[in-house]
């Protein structure tokens, strides 16, 4: 017997693979603070047909960005922000968009890769156009 949550973890362990190269793509695209972050993954994980319960939440986000700022793929540092509250902001790092630009590379070659584009269509019901991912 199947349970009926399984269906919910597994969407949770996808959001879940998938949260760290966001986050890392998100810093990319600007310095950010936490709860910045945290916004912009809402917008990500706000579907309106499904229910995702991917808690975006200081405890989960954290912890990533700790770890990638360990790993030196991103830097901290602390502002005074628009409120005149001293919060952290994060920016990539040279070795963080160094793995930015890997993670590229592989989603480039797995929208040309036959398999994988039978399988995204597969499970999206959108056929993939090759000229664009060309």
Known sequence: ??????PKKIIKYFTNGITHNLILWIISKQSIHGYGIMKKLDDFFNFDDIECENNINSSK???????????ELIIGEWKVNENNKRVKYYSITPKGEL???????YMSSILTHPSWIEYIEDMTGKEINNEKCN
Do not use: A, F, H, Q
């Open 1 to 6: 017997m199947i349970e009926e949550k399984t």
């Open 99 to 105: 793995v930015l630009n890997s993670i590229r590379k």
């Open 61 to 71: 986000i954290y912890p990533i960005l700790s770890k990638l700022e360990k790993n």
